[in-house]
Each structure stands twice: as C-alpha cells, then as structure tokens.
C-alpha cells in the first residue's frame, strides 16, 4: 500500500499571488511528484534557509490541517549520490537540511514509499 503523501509544489511563473506554493493532498512517490511538477510548469520546493522552512510548515500545517505530522516531499535527492543530497531543480549540494530524527530514511533506496 502507498504512503499518501502530499508535495510542495513551487510556482515558479506566478510571483502576485498569496503563497508562492501549491500543495496538492494526493498520493505520489516522489518520482509521481516530481513529474507532475515538471508537467504543470512547476518544481518541487527547494528549501534555503530557516525562514523559508517556517513559511512552508506553517501552511503546510494550514492547508492539511495536520498539527503534528504532515509527510511532503520537497525537490531534495541523492539519486546522483548515494547519501549525498542535492536539490532537484539545481543540481546544487543541500547545505539546509533540518531532518527529523533518522531521516532521510531511504526506506527501499528509490524515494518510494510502499
């Protein structure tokens, strides 16, 4: 059975709008994820910095109504590097990385959740 998972998606051709991210509740791996961006003219969000993360759990939270756990995937992988993250849309090292504890976890080595 999938893990239901929502994704952050980043408006990168709309800047007057509210939120500059759209977050779908639906049932992807991050591969789904990642092309469904890329189909919309999206990307999965890139996270840089603390303000950033804040902005992003904070509607998370709003928008999935969930108060203490809420599982997104963002534009991070290691498919390049085994171990070593790199942003999606970039190609460049992850230097903010705020994991939970024991993640990422890789759980069968492919970003999938089964």
């Not at 977050?23 to 303000?51: R, T």
């Not at 970039?90 to 230097?95: D, K, N």
Request: with cysteine; hydrophobic share 40%; glycine share 4%.
């Amino acid at each position: 059975m999938k893990l239901i998972v929502s994704f952050l998606l980043l408006y990168v051709y709309l800047v007057s709008c509210s939120s500059p991210y759209h977050i779908p509740n639906v049932k992807a791996n991050w591969h789904q994820a990642f092309d469904h961006c890329k189909y919309n003219g999206m990307e999965l969000v890139s996270i840089a910095n603390h303000v950033a993360y804040n902005q992003l759990t904070a509607q998370v939270a709003q928008e999935l109504n969930c108060s203490r756990i809420c599982a997104v995937w963002i534009g991070a992988n290691d498919l390049a590097n085994e171990g070593t993250f790199a942003w999606a849309a970039t190609g460049l090292r992850v230097s903010f990385a705020n994991w939970k504890s024991n993640q990422p976890d890789n759980k069968h080595g492919d970003l999938e959740e089964d």
